[in-house]
């Protein structure tokens, strides 16, 4: 199994930033990617931003790019994001998740997902 636990959420002011944190331990891939999605309240899990670990290759969704950066360390099973410029429309549960080298944007490819950590942006 593998476990994965998130760190840095919080209380921020609208166009401040955050820095969160997932590590991945347990019986983990050769290659896997690491995920992050959010939930806001009634919403649906949305997919935010993905990262390969080996390769370094990134993906965005459209409300991330140019505000958010995924970042990861392959030797430590870890994965950051840095979200920018936050909005009051950014406030959600982020969640990292973890799938094979081939996962993108759809939640449905993912096996594993940590816990959660509240990020909530006021205004």
């Known amino acids: 199994q593998v476990q994965l636990v998130e760190t840095g959420g919080g209380l921020v002011q609208a166009g401040g930033s955050a820095r969160l944190s997932c590590v991945a331990s347990?019986?983990?891939?050769?290659?896997?990617?690491l995920g992050w999605f959010r939930q806001a309240p009634g919403k649906e899990r949305e997919f935010v931003a993905v990262?390969?670990?080996?390769?370094?290759?990134?993906q965005y969704a459209d409300s991330a790019k140019g505000r958010f950066t995924i970042s990861g360390d392959n030797a430590k099973n870890t994965a950051y994001l840095q979200m920018n410029t936050l909005e009051r429309e950014d406030t959600a549960v982020y969640y990292c998740?973890?799938?094979?080298?081939?996962?993108?944007?759809?939640?449905?490819?993912?096996?594993?997902w940590g816990q959660g950590t509240q990020v909530t942006v006021s205004s």
């Open positions: 990262i390969d670990l080996l390769t370094g290759n990134t």
């Open positions: 998740a973890a799938g094979s080298g081939r996962t993108g944007a759809d939640r449905h490819d993912y096996a594993y």
């Open positions: 347990g019986r983990t891939f050769w290659r896997f990617n």
